[in-house]
T-cell receptor
Framework: KQEVTQIPAALSVPEGENLVLNCSFTDSAIYNLQWFRQDPGKGLTSLLLIQSSQREQTSGRLNASLDKSSGRSTLYIAASQPGDSATYLCAPSGSARQLTFGSGTQLTVLP | DAGVIQSPRHEVTEMGQEVTLRCKPISGHDYLFWYRQTMMRGLELLIYFNNNVPIDDSGMPEDRFSAKMPNASFSTLKIQPSEPRDSAVYFC??????????FGSGTRLTVV
Protein backbone atom coordinates (compact mmCIF):
# COMPACT_ATOMS: atom_id res chain seq x y z
CA LYS A 1 0.00 0.00 0.00
CA GLN A 2 1.38 3.39 -1.00
CA GLU A 3 2.24 5.73 1.87
CA VAL A 4 3.06 9.38 1.32
CA THR A 5 4.90 11.62 3.77
CA GLN A 6 5.24 15.38 3.45
CA ILE A 7 7.79 17.41 5.33
CA PRO A 8 7.49 19.88 6.90
CA ALA A 9 3.91 19.70 8.11
CA ALA A 10 3.83 23.48 8.47
CA LEU A 11 6.05 26.29 7.31
CA SER A 12 5.97 30.02 7.95
CA VAL A 13 8.27 32.29 5.96
CA PRO A 14 8.62 35.99 5.18
CA GLU A 15 7.62 37.18 1.74
CA GLY A 16 10.29 36.84 -0.93
CA GLU A 17 11.94 33.68 0.33
CA ASN A 18 12.61 30.68 -1.87
CA LEU A 19 11.37 27.49 -0.31
CA VAL A 20 11.28 23.74 -0.79
CA LEU A 21 8.51 21.35 0.13
CA ASN A 22 9.37 17.68 0.38
CA CYS A 23 7.37 14.57 -0.43
CA SER A 24 8.39 10.93 -0.07
CA PHE A 25 6.47 7.81 -1.09
CA THR A 26 7.04 4.15 -0.35
CA ASP A 27 6.11 2.49 -3.66
CA SER A 28 8.26 3.73 -6.53
CA ALA A 29 6.10 2.01 -9.18
CA ILE A 30 4.10 5.14 -9.86
CA TYR A 31 2.38 6.27 -13.04
CA ASN A 32 2.81 9.97 -12.36
CA LEU A 33 2.86 12.47 -9.49
CA GLN A 34 0.78 15.58 -9.07
CA TRP A 35 1.11 18.56 -6.77
CA PHE A 36 -2.01 20.38 -5.64
CA ARG A 37 -2.76 23.39 -3.50
CA GLN A 38 -5.79 23.69 -1.28
CA ASP A 39 -6.99 26.95 0.18
CA PRO A 40 -8.98 26.82 3.44
CA GLY A 41 -12.49 25.54 2.85
CA LYS A 42 -11.86 25.09 -0.86
CA GLY A 43 -11.21 22.31 -3.33
CA LEU A 44 -7.92 21.12 -4.79
CA THR A 45 -6.19 23.06 -7.52
CA SER A 46 -3.69 21.22 -9.68
CA LEU A 47 -0.26 22.87 -9.82
CA LEU A 48 2.06 20.50 -11.64
CA LEU A 49 1.93 17.00 -13.07
CA ILE A 50 5.13 14.99 -13.52
CA GLN A 51 5.00 11.84 -15.62
CA SER A 52 6.97 8.90 -14.27
CA SER A 53 9.46 9.22 -17.16
CA GLN A 54 10.11 12.90 -16.41
CA ARG A 55 12.49 14.45 -13.89
CA GLU A 56 10.85 17.83 -13.43
CA GLN A 57 8.15 20.25 -14.46
CA THR A 58 8.03 24.03 -14.23
CA SER A 59 5.20 26.52 -14.16
CA GLY A 60 6.00 30.14 -13.42
CA ARG A 61 7.59 30.36 -10.00
CA LEU A 62 6.96 26.68 -9.30
CA ASN A 63 9.29 23.81 -10.08
CA ALA A 64 8.65 20.20 -9.15
CA SER A 65 11.20 17.43 -9.39
CA LEU A 66 10.75 13.68 -9.24
CA ASP A 67 13.24 10.98 -8.28
CA LYS A 68 11.20 7.84 -8.72
CA SER A 69 13.93 5.42 -7.71
CA SER A 70 14.35 7.03 -4.31
CA GLY A 71 10.64 7.73 -3.87
CA ARG A 72 10.99 11.50 -3.58
CA SER A 73 9.56 14.65 -5.05
CA THR A 74 10.19 18.27 -4.18
CA LEU A 75 8.22 21.40 -4.92
CA TYR A 76 10.30 24.55 -5.19
CA ILE A 77 8.57 27.92 -4.86
CA ALA A 78 10.62 30.92 -5.88
CA ALA A 79 10.13 34.41 -4.47
CA SER A 80 7.20 33.44 -2.26
CA GLN A 81 4.20 35.78 -1.94
CA PRO A 82 1.38 36.03 0.62
CA GLY A 83 -0.97 34.66 -2.05
CA ASP A 84 1.02 31.41 -1.98
CA SER A 85 -0.32 30.71 1.52
CA ALA A 86 -2.21 27.42 1.33
CA THR A 87 -1.82 23.73 2.00
CA TYR A 88 0.28 21.92 -0.59
CA LEU A 89 -0.49 18.28 -1.29
CA CYS A 90 1.63 15.69 -3.05
CA ALA A 91 -0.14 12.76 -4.72
CA PRO A 92 1.54 9.94 -6.64
CA SER A 93 -0.73 7.79 -8.79
CA GLY A 94 -0.48 4.05 -8.91
CA SER A 95 -0.65 1.63 -11.83
CA ALA A 96 -4.43 1.63 -11.48
CA ARG A 97 -4.39 5.44 -11.74
CA GLN A 98 -5.63 6.12 -8.20
CA LEU A 99 -4.04 9.01 -6.28
CA THR A 100 -2.67 8.61 -2.76
CA PHE A 101 -2.33 11.84 -0.81
CA GLY A 102 0.08 12.96 1.83
CA SER A 103 -1.07 15.02 4.81
CA GLY A 104 0.17 18.19 3.17
CA THR A 105 2.41 21.11 4.07
CA GLN A 106 0.59 24.14 5.41
CA LEU A 107 2.43 27.19 4.10
CA THR A 108 2.07 30.70 5.47
CA VAL A 109 3.89 33.53 3.72
CA LEU A 110 4.05 36.63 5.85
CA PRO A 111 3.93 40.08 4.22
CA ASP B 1 -15.29 23.13 -20.03
CA ALA B 2 -17.01 23.84 -16.72
CA GLY B 3 -14.80 21.41 -14.86
CA VAL B 4 -16.01 18.73 -12.47
CA ILE B 5 -19.37 19.73 -11.07
CA GLN B 6 -20.58 18.52 -7.69
CA SER B 7 -23.89 19.06 -5.99
CA PRO B 8 -25.00 20.04 -3.49
CA ARG B 9 -22.19 22.27 -2.16
CA HIS B 10 -23.45 21.91 1.37
CA GLU B 11 -25.72 19.30 2.93
CA VAL B 12 -26.99 19.21 6.47
CA THR B 13 -29.03 16.18 7.41
CA GLU B 14 -30.23 14.35 10.45
CA MET B 15 -28.77 11.06 11.54
CA GLY B 16 -30.51 8.15 9.89
CA GLN B 17 -31.49 10.02 6.75
CA GLU B 18 -30.39 9.07 3.25
CA VAL B 19 -27.89 11.38 1.57
CA THR B 20 -27.07 11.46 -2.13
CA LEU B 21 -24.09 13.34 -3.51
CA ARG B 22 -23.80 13.99 -7.23
CA CYS B 23 -20.93 14.45 -9.64
CA LYS B 24 -20.63 15.37 -13.29
CA PRO B 25 -17.12 14.65 -14.60
CA ILE B 26 -15.37 16.47 -17.39
CA SER B 27 -16.59 15.29 -20.78
CA GLY B 28 -14.25 12.73 -22.29
CA HIS B 29 -12.66 11.70 -19.01
CA ASP B 30 -12.67 7.95 -18.49
CA TYR B 31 -11.76 7.82 -14.78
CA LEU B 32 -13.89 9.06 -11.91
CA PHE B 33 -12.87 9.07 -8.25
CA TRP B 34 -14.70 9.75 -5.00
CA TYR B 35 -12.58 11.02 -2.08
CA ARG B 36 -13.46 11.99 1.46
CA GLN B 37 -11.52 14.58 3.46
CA THR B 38 -11.51 14.93 7.24
CA MET B 39 -9.14 16.65 9.61
CA MET B 40 -8.24 13.37 11.26
CA ARG B 41 -7.69 11.18 8.19
CA GLY B 42 -6.93 13.62 5.40
CA LEU B 43 -7.95 12.67 1.85
CA GLU B 44 -9.09 9.08 1.48
CA LEU B 45 -10.06 7.31 -1.72
CA LEU B 46 -13.50 5.76 -1.39
CA ILE B 47 -14.12 4.28 -4.84
CA TYR B 48 -13.19 4.83 -8.43
CA PHE B 49 -14.59 3.99 -11.85
CA ASN B 50 -13.02 3.40 -15.23
CA ASN B 51 -15.34 3.69 -18.22
CA ASN B 52 -18.32 3.68 -15.83
CA VAL B 53 -17.27 0.39 -14.22
CA PRO B 54 -16.34 0.31 -10.51
CA ILE B 55 -12.73 -0.82 -10.24
CA ASP B 56 -11.93 -0.60 -6.55
CA ASP B 57 -14.37 0.07 -3.74
CA SER B 58 -12.13 -1.12 -0.93
CA GLY B 59 -12.10 2.38 0.53
CA MET B 60 -15.83 2.47 1.08
CA PRO B 61 -16.07 2.45 4.86
CA GLU B 62 -19.25 0.43 5.31
CA ASP B 63 -22.18 -1.10 3.52
CA ARG B 64 -24.04 2.10 4.26
CA PHE B 65 -22.05 3.67 1.42
CA SER B 66 -22.77 2.93 -2.22
CA ALA B 67 -21.77 4.55 -5.50
CA LYS B 68 -23.03 4.30 -9.05
CA MET B 69 -22.04 5.59 -12.43
CA PRO B 70 -24.95 4.93 -14.79
CA ASN B 71 -23.30 6.78 -17.67
CA ALA B 72 -20.12 8.66 -18.55
CA SER B 73 -21.50 12.00 -17.42
CA PHE B 74 -22.95 11.26 -14.01
CA SER B 75 -22.09 9.54 -10.75
CA THR B 76 -23.70 9.38 -7.32
CA LEU B 77 -22.44 8.55 -3.86
CA LYS B 78 -25.18 7.51 -1.46
CA ILE B 79 -25.07 7.10 2.31
CA GLN B 80 -27.98 5.27 3.90
CA PRO B 81 -28.47 5.62 6.82
CA SER B 82 -26.18 8.56 7.56
CA GLU B 83 -24.31 8.92 10.85
CA PRO B 84 -22.54 11.89 12.50
CA ARG B 85 -19.13 10.31 11.79
CA ASP B 86 -19.86 10.58 8.07
CA SER B 87 -19.52 14.36 8.36
CA ALA B 88 -16.73 15.36 5.99
CA VAL B 89 -16.03 17.01 2.67
CA TYR B 90 -16.62 14.66 -0.24
CA PHE B 91 -14.71 15.32 -3.45
CA CYS B 92 -15.23 13.94 -6.89
CA UNK B 93 -12.36 13.97 -9.41
CA UNK B 94 -12.03 12.90 -13.02
CA UNK B 95 -9.13 12.11 -15.29
CA UNK B 96 -8.43 11.16 -18.87
CA UNK B 97 -6.31 8.00 -18.87
CA UNK B 98 -4.79 9.07 -15.54
CA UNK B 99 -2.99 11.98 -17.20
CA UNK B 100 -3.75 14.61 -14.58
CA UNK B 101 -6.74 14.89 -12.28
CA UNK B 102 -9.34 17.62 -11.89
CA PHE B 103 -11.25 17.92 -8.66
CA GLY B 104 -14.69 19.33 -8.06
CA SER B 105 -15.37 21.94 -5.40
CA GLY B 106 -16.62 19.29 -2.98
CA THR B 107 -19.74 18.69 -0.94
CA ARG B 108 -19.53 19.57 2.72
CA LEU B 109 -21.72 17.06 4.56
CA THR B 110 -22.84 17.61 8.13
CA VAL B 111 -24.85 14.90 9.85
CA VAL B 112 -26.45 16.02 13.10
Amino acid sequence: KQEVTQIPAALSVPEGENLVLNCSFTDSAIYNLQWFRQDPGKGLTSLLLIQSSQREQTSGRLNASLDKSSGRSTLYIAASQPGDSATYLCAPSGSARQLTFGSGTQLTVLP
Amino acid sequence: DAGVIQSPRHEVTEMGQEVTLRCKPISGHDYLFWYRQTMMRGLELLIYFNNNVPIDDSGMPEDRFSAKMPNASFSTLKIQPSEPRDSAVYFCASSQKGLGYTFGSGTRLTVV
